[in-house]
T-cell receptor
Framework: AQSVTQLDSQVPVFEEAPVELRCNYSSSVSVYLFWYVQYPNQGLQLLLK??????LVKGINGFEAEFNKSQTSFHLRKPSVHISDTAEYFC???????????FGAGTRLFVKA | GAVVSQHPSRVICKSGTSVKIECRSLDFQATTMFWYRQFPKQSLMLMAT?????????EQGVEKDKFLINHASLTLSTLTVTSAHPEDSSFYIC?????????????FGPGTRLTVL
């Protein structure tokens, strides 16, 4: 079974500052890792995913994440955030067989002017 | 990118009635779809995995007789909340797995907000 822990429930940050949203996972098997963004009253949009290969993954909207197998982490980063990045961000893990996805509790990113 | 639609986007019903929510993959075939439930300010909880042509697989604690899932075609899965009660009020989100060659991505629908009075 897999589990996902998002270490921060809320992250306030000023516009144009860098941000890191932390995610740790546990699994007894190889997994895929994802970051999704959810705007109010909307579904989820995929930001990026790690399937295999390079541990640094670049996604949409200037976000990137790094897979660290030894630390079982998949932290999300952006060097300079915008007001429009204010949203809920979910880290997720799925097994490589059935694709059942387990989500973290979410981190609310709040970008202040 | 691939698109998944949900209908309706919002529904209000009286306690005791049944509500059907549709999930469609618009430009790809999906042998597997997933149904999630999201309470306010919380994460998504997987309810069940819907497989085309076979019975759905429900997660522990989810009542299969209350949340009926039908995956009758490669582009449509339906979730029916039977005899709905106020505690069933929630945001229901489906996702469809693009099982085409070289792809293994889930695409999420926009969600359906159910309010049971």
């Amino acid at each position: 079974a897999q589990s996902v822990t998002q270490l921060d429930s809320q992250v306030p940050v000023f516009e144009e500052a860098p941000v890191e949203l932390r995610c740790n996972y546990s699994s007894s098997v190889s997994v895929y890792l994802f970051w999704y963004v959810q705007y109010p009253n909307q579904g989820l949009q995929l930001l990026l995913k790690y399937l295999s290969g390079s541990t640094l993954v670049k996604g949409i909207n200037g976000f990137e994440a790094e897979f660290n197998k030894s630390q079982t982490s998949f932290h999300l980063r952006k060097p300079s955030v915008h007001i429009s990045d204010t949203a809920e961000y979910f880290c997720a893990v799925s097994d490589r067989g059935g694709f059942k996805t387990i989500f973290g509790a979410g981190t609310r990113l709040f970008v202040k002017a | 990118g691939a698109v998944v639609s949900q209908h309706p986007s919002r529904v209000i019903c009286k306690s005791g009635t049944s509500v059907k929510i549709e999930c469609r993959s618009l430009d790809f075939q999906a042998t597997t779809m997933f149904w999630y439930r999201q309470f306010p300010k919380q994460s998504l909880m997987l309810m069940a995995t819907s497989n085309e042509g076979s019975k759905a697989t429900y997660e522990q604690g989810v009542e299969k007789d209350k949340f009926l899932i039908n995956h009758a075609s490669l582009t449509l899965s339906t979730l029916t909340v039977t005899s709905a009660h106020p505690e069933d009020s929630s945001f229901y989100i489906c996702s469809a797995l693009d099982s085409g060659v070289g792809t293994d991505t889930q695409y999420f629908g926009p969600g359906t907000r159910l309010t049971v009075l």
